[in-house]
């Protein structure tokens, strides 16, 4: 029973960590709600901020709600017997890979059927009464549909085969199946912007114009070739706005939301873009692949080890059928513990991605005048109401990007300093 003991330990402290964090960024926020920081004041009223401190309060909130329910949910499917029970089904349904194949489908459609309700309160409540929601339910739903569909389509082959390789390729198929992870990896980036995105939005290439051409003209002086520019429809989702650049080699693709550019002034746009050309420039894309590969060998190299541990199974309530799926409930218990026990790397996470934005400011300020930047990021974050006052430590956890006034401030410095 020692790593039952383990296990419910690192459950109890990650959901007190979160939560605590959570309380700590609602009791800052709210704490500075009455006024606009200064440095802010001439460009956001004090409506806008507090309407950005109560959305934030609302969605951290949501996000407590939430941590209970994944942690209640993980213990039914674990110690309460839930995967037990999913496993004597599949068992008698299939044989081999197929049998491990059907378990890993019927938890996935149970997970996702359990996130339905919390996912449509965030969007038809919370969203709406912030004046975000677009999203209509039929969209909602044909968005779920699409989503289970495409997830099998693409993932029902990949789980096969490493299941295969987990059956088949003896103590070292922990390697081919991090190759294969790997190498599908890479290739669904590459048909990200042309095959799968398309699914879920309308994509129309960006109009001839001035913007277009100062566009262009960037993406000359920055050394960046594109397969093009388009225009998302995410206002029929979300009046969030936002721009990015996705794809490999001769498909990258540069995406602005129609949000956006309803926002933004040319020169706005011209920073943002510059900003995301920064992360091309400065490799950042490429070191994400890399220590994403680093770290999910190790995982690999792990989950090898407590595949063929018998007590893994057992202390997380399962009999394994060792002849009809064994391989499979691996996968499942091992990626459902996993971020319990991984959380307090997170900082380390938080702040490689926030060296990163840094970077990128840094670049787009010689590609674009800093103010410019300035301006655009102060209209998005007034647009989608993003907190200017974050709680430090919960902003170390969880943000990828650096807090408003840091973020703005070095900005300023390297506009002074030109």
């Known amino acids: 029973m020692v790593f039952t003991e383990v296990f419910v330990l690192a459950v109890v402290l990650s959901v007190a960590l979160r939560l605590y964090l959570a309380s700590r960024q609602v009791r800052h926020i709210a704490l500075n709600r009455a006024q606009v920081p200064a440095e802010f004041r001439e460009q956001i009223s004090l409506q806008d901020h507090q309407k950005a401190a109560d959305y934030s309060i609302a969605k951290t909130r949501l996000g407590m709600i939430n941590v209970l329910i994944e942690a209640t949910i993980l213990m039914g499917f674990t110690l309460l017997g839930g995967l037990q029970w999913i496993q004597n089904f599949t068992s008698t349904a299939a044989e081999g890979i197929l049998a491990g194949l059907l378990l890993i489908a019927v938890v996935g459609f149970i997970g996702s059927v359990l996130d339905l309700p919390l996912s449509y309160y965030k969007q038809f409540v919370l969203e709406e009464r912030f004046g975000f929601n677009r999203m209509k339910k039929g969209l909602f739903i044909g968005d779920w549909l699409k989503g289970l569909l495409v997830g099998a389509l693409i993932g029902g082959p990949l789980v096969f085969a490493v299941l295969y390789l987990m059956r088949e390729a003896g103590q070292q198929w922990w390697v081919y199946a991090w190759a294969l992870w790997f190498g599908f990896s890479l290739l669904l980036i590459w048909l990200f912007p042309t095959v799968i995105a398309p ?37 029929k989702r979300s009046s969030h706005g936002n721009a990015y650049f996705s794809g490999m080699g001769k498909a990258k693709r540069i995406v602005f939301f129609d949000t956006l550019l309803s926002r933004l002034n040319d020169d706005q746009i011209e920073a943002v873009l510059a900003h995301e050309l920064g992360h091309f420039k400065k490799k950042h894309i490429v070191k994400h692949l890399a220590f994403s590969g680093i770290g999910s060998l190790v995982m690999f190299y792990v989950l090898g080890l407590l595949a063929n541990t018998p007590w893994f199974y057992s202390e997380l309530g399962v009999n394994p059928d060792l002849a009809n799926g064994a391989q499979a409930m691996a996968l499942v218990l091992f990626m459902m513990v996993l971020p319990y026990f991984t959380f307090p790397i997170r900082p380390v996470m938080s702040w490689l991605s926030r060296k990163h934005e840094f970077e990128a400011d840094a670049y787009a300020a010689q590609q674009s005048a800093p103010q410019h930047l300035v301006s655009a990021l102060v209209k998005l974050y007034q647009d989608n109401a993003s907190t200017l006052t974050p709680d430090p430590l919960h902003s170390a956890f969880y943000d990828s990007h650096p807090p408003a006034s840091i973020r703005i401030s070095r900005l300023n410095s390297l506009q002074g300093a030109q």
Do not use: H, W, Y
């Open 199 to 235: 699914i879920f939005n309308k994509f129309t290439p960006l109009e001839d114009g001035a913007t277009r051409q100062r566009i262009l003209n960037l993406l000359q002086r920055c050394g960046f070739d594109s397969s093009g520019l388009f225009v998302m429809d995410g206002s």
